[in-house]
């Protein structure tokens, strides 16, 4: 029985190389024991009851922690080191204190990592800015916890506290990530090109995470960005992470660079394996000279001192000039056998670029393993260690005894058991796999919805703390639990007209002090935009409205979307053959976006007659597509009404309409300055130097400034009962003198892809900016607005150089929701930046209330964003 066991825990792990930073986040044992004493080693320990085995997170055996010898120098490189035994993908990495029961004081300001992949050779982990150090705790007890990016691969780890005076440090360390299955332990590539054109800036397609060596402008030995889980974007100049420079999710080749017309990448892996397929992930922007490659051969050596075997596997692609998207290519590599892989990619065009390869593969059998009954449990720990390791082997050896070696009767009747076993199981996987196939299919057709009634919301087994900036955040450790719905208070819509908080009497005094106070809707003043009776939770008489992305959902009033015809359309038909196509600003489901000159689009205003009048105008159009079906041109028909009848200076106009023929267009304002989000992340805050060295810059007024027309522009759509729903810097555009629109663009552009929750890949809703409710109930209100409110205005002081919660994965971020359900006090708050102010965050808490009721109005806060504007002049 024993023995069925061990044989059954050495079947083989599937090899699933595309590994997702986001997910690969599993503690990795230091907490849970699985890492074992013996693999924890230290440079030195202060005393035997402070050894590297008590560096365990959460633990408090021994005397609390690892402390190294003596006072730690800055000079001094003490280090815990922990043996993982095989590959791992580490994204994350927990450390603490020396917590000892509340007797303990010692722990680790700083500290940086090295790490290595065979123990032979080791690597300093550098951020994607080349920094090498990391801010630890600041307490004995809390942990905090920190995204490696990029992530790391590698079997060994050494953890080195950093100090700057010497002092007493001990440490507790957790790392997180997944087994890296790929087995992948270095690649060979020659270095990338830069694409360099006039008045632009210049795309540098280099492997700047590579950690290996560099000779002849070539690299080998490391691994780098084509196997650090990120994919790149349609538009190779774009990027998912912040304050890189364009080009840099990309490795990429000039065709005119290589003689051969192909380039050639060698791969080197951790054993000898079985190779099933190669996924690589390739721009296919071929308006820019980009497409993915023209063919590939592969050849393969079973070790790596012997030769390459003769006979290649090689595949042709089907080029396609109609789909710009970036995409994963499967090569299929027919089960050869090898440990190194060199394979030749073909151009099929001016410039190759790739951003993710990985391997499908099953550990060959090299040698038959007997597996016997282990005599003792440090054997038994062995075992199951190397369980997955040995896989292959001892199916061979089952095989081999079965086919060709003589065995008595009893030991043969126990290995056809197993063998029966171990068929049956499968069998069993294979049906459950088939099965969820099915289900998921089934889920695809239906109406989605992330969390409907009974959602899952997953919740903690142990707490820890992230540290932002100097501000504590409480965060949990997942298992699960049932979330209900809530009581009839957050549903019926006989409680809109909730009684709103009256403003004290002191309100005007403190104002400018810097606490915050809602201003009283019981007196008139200029800066109220609708009348106190306006419900404050606007629900009733909702519709959704689908805009062309396909899934964008607009929540307006049911009223002015009745039988709609092209006659209710109240602005002017532009003439379509005006219009110049200038860029594709995004694209959707049912249509496209696009930047355009309009010629004589002030005379079809009918604007006086000025020498400006003839120049063509900067515009956006939205263009649905032909080929769409009744209810997408149904729903575009009556965006359109409802656009030409929005009319508020922070809103974005519609100007025109191209309804009389395929396909149909809107034409709204598009200014000088494109987006927010843009505008900001390329400025830094005013300064002495920033203004000496002409460094774009915005000072704390014209961030207030901004704020405040946000705030006039969703006063005036809450006063129209309009939900918009994808509030945020992106859907925000800035004109001359820091003015601002609001908009509706950013789901259908592919630059804020990563902002959007994902279903099947396709871009769903904008989770990091939406209010409990909307997330776990579906509820879209006036009050949800407000909540996306705060994160945009935490974005503009950040100066969009941050995505909101940065630190946690799409599924924390929905997790965090059920905190708020719950309300018991641990749910993760964004945490105050070092450019806002006190009375400006304190507004921010106000919109992120749990309870709606407890959210301040559009009028409030652009109310008390006046007189924060007058206190600052």
């Given at each position: 029985?024993?023995?069925?066991?061990?044989?059954?825990?050495?079947?083989?792990?599937?090899?699933?190389?595309?590994?997702?930073?986001?997910?690969?986040?599993?503690?990795?044992?230091?907490?849970?024991?699985?890492?074992?004493?013996?693999?924890?080693?230290?440079?030195?320990?202060?005393?035997?009851?402070?050894?590297?085995?008590?560096?365990?997170?959460?633990?408090?055996?021994?005397?609390?922690?690892?402390?190294?010898?003596?006072?730690?120098?800055?000079?001094?490189?003490?280090?815990?080191?922990?043996?993982?035994?095989?590959?791992?993908?580490?994204?994350?990495?927990?450390?603490?204190?020396?917590?000892?029961?509340?007797?303990?004081?010692?722990?680790?300001?700083?500290?940086?990592?090295?790490?290595?992949?065979?123990?032979?050779?080791?690597?300093?982990?550098?951020?994607?800015?080349?920094?090498?150090?990391?801010?630890?705790?600041?307490?004995?007890?809390?942990?905090?916890?920190?995204?490696?990016?990029?992530?790391?691969?590698?079997?060994?780890?050494?953890?080195?506290?950093?100090?700057?005076?010497?002092?007493?440090?001990?440490?507790?360390?957790?790392?997180?990530?997944?087994?890296?299955?790929?087995?992948?332990?270095?690649?060979?590539?020659?270095?990338?090109?830069?694409?360099?054109?006039?008045?632009?800036?210049?795309?540098?397609?280099?492997?700047?995470?590579?950690?290996?060596?560099?000779?002849?402008?070539?690299?080998?030995?490391?691994?780098?960005?084509?196997?650090?889980?990120?994919?790149?974007?349609?538009?190779?100049?774009?990027?998912?992470?912040?304050?890189?420079?364009?080009?840099?999710?990309?490795?990429?080749?000039?065709?005119?660079?290589?003689?051969?017309?192909?380039?050639?990448?060698?791969?080197?892996?951790?054993?000898?394996?079985?190779?099933?397929?190669?996924?690589?992930?390739?721009?296919?922007?071929?308006?820019?000279?980009?497409?993915?490659?023209?063919?590939?051969?592969?050849?393969?050596?079973?070790?790596?001192?012997?030769?390459?075997?003769?006979?290649?596997?090689?595949?042709?692609?089907?080029?396609?000039?109609?789909?710009?998207?970036?995409?994963?290519?499967?090569?299929?590599?027919?089960?050869?056998?090898?440990?190194?892989?060199?394979?030749?990619?073909?151009?099929?065009?001016?410039?190759?670029?790739?951003?993710?390869?990985?391997?499908?593969?099953?550990?060959?059998?090299?040698?038959?393993?007997?597996?016997?009954?282990?005599?003792?449990?440090?054997?038994?720990?062995?075992?199951?260690?190397?369980?997955?390791?040995?896989?292959?082997?001892?199916?061979?050896?089952?095989?081999?005894?079965?086919?060709?070696?003589?065995?008595?009767?009893?030991?043969?009747?126990?290995?056809?058991?197993?063998?029966?076993?171990?068929?049956?199981?499968?069998?069993?996987?294979?049906?459950?796999?088939?099965?969820?196939?099915?289900?998921?299919?089934?889920?695809?057709?239906?109406?989605?919805?992330?969390?409907?009634?009974?959602?899952?919301?997953?919740?903690?087994?142990?707490?820890?703390?992230?540290?932002?900036?100097?501000?504590?955040?409480?965060?949990?450790?997942?298992?699960?639990?049932?979330?209900?719905?809530?009581?009839?208070?957050?549903?019926?819509?006989?409680?809109?007209?909730?009684?709103?908080?009256?403003?004290?009497?002191?309100?005007?005094?403190?104002?400018?002090?810097?606490?915050?106070?809602?201003?009283?809707?019981?007196?008139?003043?200029?800066?109220?935009?609708?009348?106190?009776?306006?419900?404050?939770?606007?629900?009733?008489?909702?519709?959704?409205?689908?805009?062309?992305?396909?899934?964008?959902?607009?929540?307006?009033?049911?009223?002015?979307?009745?039988?709609?015809?092209?006659?209710?359309?109240?602005?002017?038909?532009?003439?379509?053959?005006?219009?110049?196509?200038?860029?594709?600003?995004?694209?959707?489901?049912?249509?496209?976006?696009?930047?355009?000159?309009?010629?004589?689009?002030?005379?079809?205003?009918?604007?006086?007659?000025?020498?400006?009048?003839?120049?063509?105008?900067?515009?956006?159009?939205?263009?649905?597509?032909?080929?769409?079906?009744?209810?997408?041109?149904?729903?575009?028909?009556?965006?359109?009404?409802?656009?030409?009848?929005?009319?508020?200076?922070?809103?974005?106009?519609?100007?025109?309409?191209?309804?009389?023929?395929?396909?149909?267009?809107?034409?709204?304002?598009?200014?000088?300055?494109?987006?927010?989000?843009?505008?900001?992340?390329?400025?830094?805050?005013?300064?002495?130097?920033?203004?000496?060295?002409?460094?774009?810059?915005?000072?704390?007024?014209?961030?207030?400034?901004?704020?405040?027309?946000?705030?006039?522009?969703?006063?005036?759509?809450?006063?129209?009962?309009?939900?918009?729903?994808?509030?945020?810097?992106?859907?925000?555009l800035v004109g001359n003198s820091y003015t601002i629109k609001i908009a509706d663009f950013?789901?259908?552009?592919?630059?804020?892809?990563?902002?959007?929750?994902?279903?099947?890949?396709?871009?769903?809703?904008?989770?990091?900016?939406?209010?409990?409710?909307?997330?776990?109930?579906?509820?879209?209100?006036?009050?949800?607005?407000?909540?996306?409110?705060?994160?945009?205005?935490?974005?503009?002081?950040?100066?969009?150089?941050?995505?909101?919660?940065?630190?946690?994965?799409?599924?924390?971020?929905?997790?965090?929701?059920?905190?708020?359900?719950?309300?018991?006090?641990?749910?993760?708050?964004?945490?105050?930046?070092?450019?806002?102010?006190?009375?400006v965050f304190d507004l921010m808490l106000k919109c992120w209330s749990r309870d709606i009721?407890?959210?301040?109005?559009?009028?409030?806060?652009?109310?008390?964003?006046?007189?924060?504007?007058?206190?600052?002049?």
């Amino acid at each position: 029985m024993i023995l069925c066991m061990l044989l059954l825990a050495a079947l083989p792990e599937p090899s699933s190389a595309e590994v997702n930073p986001a997910i690969c986040r599993y503690p990795l044992g230091m907490h849970e024991g699985t890492i074992r004493d013996e693999d924890i080693t230290a440079s030195s320990q202060w005393y035997d009851s402070t050894g590297p085995q008590y560096a365990r997170l959460q633990r408090e055996e021994g005397d609390g922690a690892w402390c190294p010898a003596g006072l730690l120098q800055p000079e001094d490189v003490q280090f815990l080191q922990i043996d993982l035994h095989k590959l791992f993908f580490i994204t994350l990495i927990g450390t603490q204190g020396r917590h000892a029961r509340a007797t303990g004081k010692e722990f680790a300001r700083a500290y940086r990592i090295d790490y290595s992949r065979n123990g032979e050779r080791w690597i300093s982990w550098k951020d994607r800015q080349g920094r090498q150090v990391i801010q630890g705790n600041i307490d004995t007890y809390d942990v905090v916890l920190k995204d490696l990016r990029p992530p790391i691969i590698a079997r060994y780890i050494r953890v080195i506290p950093v100090t700057e005076l010497p002092m007493t440090v001990c440490m507790r360390v957790e790392l997180y990530g997944c087994i890296w299955f790929d087995g992948l332990a270095s690649y060979s590539i020659p270095e990338g090109g830069t694409i360099a054109a006039p008045g632009s800036p210049i795309i540098y397609l280099n492997d700047s995470t590579y950690d290996g060596f560099q000779e002849r402008r070539h690299l080998y030995g490391g691994l780098g960005q084509l196997t650090d889980g990120v994919l790149g974007l349609d538009d190779f100049t774009q990027s998912h992470q912040y304050r890189v420079w364009p080009g840099y999710d990309y490795v990429g080749w000039k065709n005119e660079s290589f003689s051969t017309g192909s380039v050639d990448m060698e791969f080197q892996f951790d054993r000898q394996r079985n190779f099933t397929s190669m996924k690589v992930h390739c721009n296919n922007m071929f308006s820019k000279g980009v497409k993915i490659f023209q063919k590939v051969e592969c050849l393969f050596k079973p070790r790596l001192i012997a030769e390459w075997e003769a006979e290649p596997v090689g595949v042709s692609t089907i080029l396609d000039d109609k789909n710009p998207s970036a995409r994963f290519v499967t090569i299929p590599l027919n089960q050869r056998v090898g440990k190194a892989v060199l394979c030749r990619f073909y151009f099929a065009d001016t410039w190759m670029m790739i951003s993710e390869i990985s391997f499908q593969s099953d550990m060959e059998n090299v040698n038959p393993i007997v597996v016997t009954l282990a005599t003792s449990t440090a054997e038994l720990l062995d075992a199951e260690t190397n369980a997955t390791e040995a896989a292959w082997e001892t199916t061979s050896f089952i095989t081999s005894t079965w086919i060709g070696e003589k065995a008595d009767d009893s030991s043969t009747s126990i290995l056809v058991g197993c063998l029966v076993a171990i068929i049956l199981l499968l069998l069993i996987i294979i049906i459950i796999i088939l099965w969820k196939q099915y289900v998921q299919k089934r889920l695809e057709k239906a109406p989605r919805r992330i969390l409907e009634e009974d959602a899952m919301v997953r919740l903690s087994f142990y707490s820890y703390t992230i540290v932002s900036n100097q501000n504590q955040i409480h965060q949990s450790n997942p298992t699960y639990e049932r979330v209900f719905p809530l009581d009839l208070e957050y549903h019926q819509p006989a409680t809109l007209l909730q009684k709103l908080p009256e403003l004290s009497q002191s309100a005007e005094d403190s104002a400018c002090s810097g606490d915050y106070a809602e201003p009283d809707l019981t007196k008139s003043t200029p800066h109220q935009g609708f009348q106190n009776n306006v419900p404050h939770y606007a629900e009733t008489d909702i519709v959704s409205l689908q805009g062309v992305t396909g899934n964008n959902m607009y929540a307006v009033p049911a009223l002015t979307v009745d039988s709609l015809t092209k006659k209710d359309i109240s602005v002017g038909e532009f003439p379509r053959q005006q219009l110049r196509l200038k860029e594709k600003l995004g694209e959707g489901q049912f249509g496209e976006v696009h930047l355009c000159e309009a010629d004589g689009l002030l005379e079809f205003l009918g604007l006086s007659s000025t020498e400006l009048t003839n120049q063509p105008v900067l515009v956006a159009v939205k263009m649905l597509r032909s080929n769409v079906n009744k209810t997408a041109r149904n729903d575009f028909l009556k965006e359109i009404k409802i656009m030409s009848r929005l009319k508020d200076p922070n809103i974005i106009r519609l100007l025109g309409v191209c309804v009389r023929d395929d396909p149909l267009c809107m034409i709204t304002e598009y200014m000088e300055n494109g987006d927010l989000n843009q505008f900001l992340s390329q400025r830094e805050i005013c300064s002495k130097f920033a203004i000496s060295n002409n460094i774009p810059c915005v000072s704390y007024s014209n961030l207030l400034f901004m704020a405040t027309q946000i705030a006039s522009g969703m006063k005036y759509l809450a006063s129209l009962n309009f939900v918009h729903r994808d509030l945020a810097t992106r859907n925000c555009l800035v004109g001359n003198s820091y003015t601002i629109k609001i908009a509706d663009f950013g789901m259908s552009r592919n630059l804020y892809s990563g902002d959007y929750y994902r279903i099947q890949g396709r871009a769903v809703l904008p989770i990091r900016w939406m209010a409990w409710e909307s997330i776990l109930l579906g509820k879209f209100t006036t009050a949800s607005d407000v909540w996306a409110f705060g994160v945009t205005l935490w974005e503009m002081f950040t100066l969009c150089k941050e995505q909101p919660y940065s630190l946690l994965s799409d599924e924390q971020v929905i997790e965090n929701t059920g905190e708020f359900f719950r309300s018991q006090g641990r749910q993760i708050y964004l945490s105050q930046t070092p450019l806002c102010p006190n009375s400006v965050f304190d507004l921010m808490l106000k919109c992120w209330s749990r309870d709606i009721k407890d959210r301040p109005t559009f009028d409030m806060i652009h109310h008390f964003l006046v007189e924060q504007m007058d206190c600052n002049i």
